[in-house]
């Protein structure tokens, strides 16, 4: 099993979810976040004053698949996360080793 965890545009999330729901991903997280990347921020002008912002918003979508869905999930958040600017986010793939779901008690694959 893997854990995938991506960090994109917000407003690209409602795209990504749906892409995801198309090819058999039965369960999401998302979790709203502020953070920089390569382009440390940006600088705003409010009432006449320079000011530098230095987290910019974004989402973190986390999802856990079998290993077999992993590639799949992964291009498919790259492709339609994917603007071609600075800012589009990163992708995370990580080991899980057991999941358990609470009100069953299933285990590993089943549980997901």
Do not use: C, N, W
Request: aromatic share 6%; no cysteine; glycine share 10%.
């Amino acid at each position: 099993m893997k854990k995938i965890e991506a960090i994109i545009k917000p407003f690209k999330l409602d795209d990504v979810v749906d892409a995801l729901s198309e090819i058999g991903v039965e369960g999401v997280s998302v979790t709203e976040i502020k953070g920089f990347g390569r382009q440390k921020g940006r600088t705003e002008i409010y009432k006449g004053a320079e000011y530098v912002v230095d987290f910019l918003p974004k989402v973190k979508i986390e999802v856990v698949v079998t290993d077999g869905l992993a590639g799949p999930v992964s291009e498919t958040i790259q492709k339609v996360a994917h603007t071609g600017k600075i800012g589009d986010g990163k992708i995370f793939i990580l080991p899980i080793e057991s999941v358990i779901r609470i009100r069953t008690g299933e285990r590993d694959d089943e549980a997901i």
